[in-house]
């Protein structure tokens, strides 16, 4: 099996070589190859994603990717910019099922800003739509309409890309609570009717699935308000951006949350769903887990070795019960490591 590895810019390389580091340990022969994106990308072929980046993400059996972004390239053209090389690997490779948990860890309920009991035991998933929608929705440009600059985006979703990511939500309830929210605007846009309609054409496929439908001001509402009422959100790709950046906090830091983005055929790119930190970077501060837990993620839904990722999920259970945090985390009478140090402790505790 081979993984590409795409570190990226910022705490990106520091972060994705403490994940790599935990799975060497695992010493289940697997290759890894790396090569630069983002930020990365630009400065060593002049493109973001440049071409040998891209075939190696397309010839490989899984992606594990860093972070991208850094304020330099902020006024460069848009297709140079970092983030390009993240929506055009989501756009090639089709990867249109992003898969955010955001779990409590009992150790962490004091690092939420929410009180413990509103998010002690806390386990929600939140599906998004990742190819489609006003990310990538034409026409879109800056414009001059009476002597004045119009900036405009089109959000728009076709059927099929709604029923498709309306399944993996079905299924994966049916994996957990068997409840499903969808989430859209319906009140107010036409994309979000019909993503209604179709989620609940879909939903009589799974009649065992309790399917739910909120208005996205609502559930960014009831996320902080009650989270424990969710199982599995599933949203477009928007919605799931902001919505699981705020679900993220529920669980203390967003250096916690793992991702996937899953194509028709199992094949995923697995990031952790925060930035490039660039204020952070380079100085082995930054928190490893999230990166870690993504290749736990892409163990079980690319590679097939559950086993492997239910061995380093514990890990990463056992390291926060050592007592171990990196600053994000850190509270006092817990023991404040860094991001290499959080990498070995949590090798050690494979064992
Ligand atoms: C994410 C990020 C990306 C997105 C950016 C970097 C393009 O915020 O993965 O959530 O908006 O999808
Ligand atoms: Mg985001």
Sequence with gaps: MKIAVLPGDGIG?????Q????????????????????????????????????????EADAILFGAIGDPRYDNLERAKRPEQAILRLRQVLQLFANLRPATMYPELVGSSTLRPEAVNGLDLLIVRELTGD??????RGIHV????????????????????????????????????????????????????????????EYPDVELTHM??????????????QFDVIVTGNMFGDILSD??????????????????????????????????????????????????????????NQDEAADRVEAAVRKVLAQGFRTADIYEPGTTKVGTN???????AALA
């Design 13 to 17: 390389t520091e972060i994705v070589a």
């Design 215 to 228: 208005y996205v001001d609502n559930a960014a509402m009831q996320l902080v308000r009650n989270p424990k």
């Design 341 to 347: 140090e959080m990498g070995d402790a949590v090798v």
């Design 134 to 139: 006003i990310y990538f929705g034409q026409p």
């Design 246 to 303: 705020e679900a993220s906090m529920l669980g203390g830091s967003i250096g916690m949350l793992p991702s996937a983005s899953l194509d028709a055929n199992g094949k995923g790119l697995y990031e952790p769903i925060h930035g490039s930190a660039p204020d952070i970077a380079g100085k082995n501060i930054a928190n490893p887990l999230a990166t870690i837990l993504s290749a736990a993620m892409m163990l079980r839904y690319s590679l």
């Design 19 to 58: 994940a790599v580091k935990v799975l060497r340990a695992l010493d289940l022969g697997l290759e890894f190859e790396e090569a630069p994106v983002g930020g990365a990308g630009y400065e060593a072929a002049g493109d973001p994603l440049p071409e040998a980046t891209l075939k190696l993400a397309q």
């Design 145 to 204: 309409v009476d002597g004045e600059r119009e900036g405009f985006d089109t959000m728009r979703y076709r059927e099929s890309e709604i029923v498709r990511i309306a399944h993996v939500g079905f299924k994966a309830a049916r994996k957990r609570n068997r409840r499903l929210c969808s989430v859209d605007k319906a009140n107010v846009l036409e994309t979000s009717q019909l993503w209604r309609e179709v989620v609940t054409q879909v939903a009589k």
